[in-house]
């Protein structure tokens, strides 16, 4: 039988588990973690993202604080936003959604959070971390991911894993945390040879193209480990409905465990952003009772 991984009710308990860890550090050092959000322009796709990030921050019992910038915000006023956050001793973790619209960088706001906050764990000095195995604020979705496949796999070691996709923000980070868990790693991409072939032979296929139903039933093994992270938004007889990169339908049967989308690696992302703001405040003040 085909296990359906259930995003939201793990979600449910990593939040709760985080709201515990939260009061018992509140208690302690009477502070209450931060989580500040920055968004440009008003996209409605991440309308329904920031209220599930605000509604799982008050469940953790952190303080979260949106900030809200028209589209057309020049970089200056958006760098002078995120240094103003970078001293703001209230707030532990920095998030500025992305992408951002087209006048303005990526890579420059990124570089410019501070590192102890940086709780998507985009920041160059957070992926060296990670690369090199230090302890690191590591990105939201790839650890939902892990924290998944712990949760369905007593051992990853030995394991082939194959990661479809090798943006910075999930398919590298998602490769070097498997490989941490001693796992045997294969990144396949857009250029890549065969690539239906090479995800026949994953023990644990991790599908993060952003294309809808890019991985078709006869690329998987029977009896592998899927996990979907892809979040697409297609119109179906004139209604949006969201989709993964994995046809789930189709297989379904081939898997042992598969997640769905929506309900599958979304709702661990954001739980996930709750567990790395109370992270980022447990590191900060380490390292103000170290100075
Ligand atoms: N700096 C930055 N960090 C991010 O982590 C980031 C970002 N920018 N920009 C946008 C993307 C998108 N993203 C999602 C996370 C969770 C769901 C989620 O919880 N989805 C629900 C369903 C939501 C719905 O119903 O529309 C699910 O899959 O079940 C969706 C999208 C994080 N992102």
Redesign the pocket.
């Known amino acids: 039988m085909t296990i359906k991984i259930d995003?939201?009710a793990l979600a449910d308990e990593i939040v709760q588990g985080v709201a515990e860890k939260v009061a018992a550090f509140k208690e302690k050092h009477q502070i209450t973690p931060g989580l500040a959000v920055v968004l440009v322009g008003n996209d409605p796709?991440?309308s329904?993202?920031v209220r599930?990030k605000v509604k799982r921050s008050e469940q953790a019992g952190l303080n979260s604080i949106e900030h809200y910038l028209p589209a057309d915000v020049s970089q200056a006023e958006l760098d002078a936003l995120v240094d103003t956050l970078n001293k703001d001793d209230s707030v532990h973790g920095i998030?500025?959604?992305?992408p951002l619209p087209a006048h303005l960088s990526d890579q420059r706001v990124i570089e410019a959070i501070a590192p102890a906050k940086d709780v998507?764990g985009?920041h160059p000095v957070s992926a060296g971390r990670l690369v090199t195995g230090q302890p690191a604020l590591v990105p939201?979705?790839p650890l939902g991911c892990m924290i998944m496949l712990n949760r369905q796999c007593a051992d990853l070691s030995g394991k082939h894993a194959v990661v479809i996709g090798r943006s910075n923000?999930v398919g590298k980070p998602m490769s070097s945390l498997l490989l941490q868990a001693n796992c045997t790693v294969t990144i396949v991409h857009s250029r890549t040879k065969n690539i239906e072939a090479i995800c026949k032979e994953a023990d644990i296929l991790v599908a993060a193209v952003g294309k809808p139903l890019f991985v078709k039933p006869d690329w998987v093994k029977e009896g592998a480990i899927v996990i979907d992270v892809g979040?697409n938004a297609v119109e179906v007889d004139g209604k949006r409905k969201?989709v993964g990169d994995v046809d789930y339908e189709a297989i379904f049967p081939h898997a042992s465990a598969i997640t769905p989308?929506?309900?599958?690696?979304?709702?661990m992302?954001?739980a996930c952003?709750m567990q790395n703001t109370l992270t980022a405040a447990e590191f900060q003040l380490a390292d103000a009772v170290a100075e």
Do not use: R
Not at 261 to 267: A, E, N, Q, W
């Open positions: 995003g939201k796709a991440s329904v993202y599930n998030l500025v959604q992305l998507d985009f939201c979705t923000i979040i969201l989308v929506p309900g599958g690696v979304g709702p992302t954001i952003l």
